[in-house]
């Protein structure tokens, strides 16, 4: 059902993508505990993708707009959208993995950053507060808030540790199509936008800079950097708005 060109879905519907959201969960899992030097963000693509399709579904970027990987493996300064490729983790790198999985038809997308070995206390600092400010903004997803409530908690709570949320970035609805109404911000004033009504689900994904908020695109037309080159963090949930309040649908792990 459209409500004012969001599409919202039934109850029926939030399981399917919730069963989607169990593959997808699953598989940043897995991916987070073979996060460790000298592995290649090439490798982490194939054992994603093997798995995927081991559950009977598909990776949901793959040729999505021509990107060659299963997943987004994005480390340290890069922001989001990293092909995989021969980059080999180092100690005291972070990657960012984000995954999209389609499964009987329905997508489920979601982030985590993970330290690679021990990292700086700032770094550290980055990912609590980046993961934080998605848990911050998730609490927001009620009926008969306005959609600008999740921005402005995530905001509120990059803000409050002296970090930047990307404003050129945003979230975005999700369901049969990977993107679809409304694009979520992380940043504005509480109380705009569409008020949020039972069936819309939303990947709410906090992209945040360790210092400035300014970006820059990368040579190969996909990846998304810094600009002055400090460490980034990505974190991202598939949430259903429902009377009972947000529901994960892609739950990678347990709630701070």
């Known amino acids: 059902m459209y409500r004012g060109g969001i599409i919202t879905k039934t109850p029926e519907q939030?399981?399917?993508?919730?069963?989607?959201?169990?593959?997808?969960?699953?598989?940043?899992?897995?991916?987070?505990?073979?996060?460790?030097?000298?592995?290649?963000?090439?490798?982490?693509?194939e054992t994603a993708e093997r798995?995927?399709?081991?559950?009977?579904?598909?990776?949901s970027f793959k040729g999505y707009r021509g990107f060659p990987g299963s997943i987004c493996a994005s480390p340290n300064n890069m922001v989001v959208h990293g092909i995989p490729g021969p980059y080999e983790l180092q100690k005291g790198d972070i990657?960012?993995?984000?995954?999209?999985?389609?499964?009987?038809?329905w997508v489920a997308d979601a982030a985590i950053t993970v330290p690679v070995g021990e990292v700086s206390a700032e770094t550290a600092q980055l990912i609590k507060t980046t993961r934080?400010?998605?848990?911050?903004?998730?609490?927001?997803?009620?009926?008969?808030?306005?959609?600008?409530?999740?921005?402005?908690?995530?905001?509120?709570?990059?803000?409050?540790?002296g970090l930047?949320?990307?404003?050129?970035?945003?979230?975005?609805?999700?369901?049969?199509e990977m993107h679809e109404d409304?694009?979520?911000?992380?940043?504005?004033?509480?109380?705009?936008?569409?008020?949020?009504?039972?069936?819309?689900?939303?990947?709410?994904?906090?992209?945040?800079n360790a210092s400035g908020p300014e970006i820059r695109m990368g040579n190969d037309g996909?990846?998304?950097?810094?600009?002055d080159d400090s460490m980034a963090a990505h974190f991202?949930?598939?949430?259903?708005?429902?009377?009972?309040?947000?529901?994960?649908?892609?739950?990678?792990?347990?709630?701070p």
């Not at 400010?133 to 008969?144: C, E, H, K, P, Q």
């Open 51 to 59: 798995f995927i399709r081991s559950q009977g579904a598909v990776p």
């Open 164 to 176: 930047s949320v990307i404003r050129s970035l945003v979230g975005h609805g999700v369901g049969r």
């Open 14 to 45: 939030l399981d399917q993508m919730a069963a989607a959201g169990r593959i997808q969960a699953r598989c940043l899992q897995m991916l987070q505990s073979k996060v460790r030097p000298g592995v290649t963000t090439k490798q982490l693509d």
């Open 95 to 105: 990657i960012s993995i984000d995954i999209g999985v389609t499964y009987e038809g």
């Open 132 to 161: 934080a400010s998605l848990f911050d903004g998730i609490a927001m997803a009620r009926t008969g808030n306005r959609l600008s409530d999740i921005s402005h908690a995530v905001q509120a709570r990059v803000e409050l540790d």
């Open 182 to 208: 409304p694009q979520i911000p992380n940043f504005g004033d509480p109380g705009e936008g569409p008020e949020l009504e039972e069936g819309m689900v939303l990947a709410i994904e906090p992209m945040v």
């Open 222 to 227: 996909w990846a998304v950097y810094s600009e």
């Open 236 to 255: 991202e949930f598939t949430v259903a708005v429902t009377a009972d309040g947000p529901r994960i649908l892609t739950p990678w792990h347990e709630e």
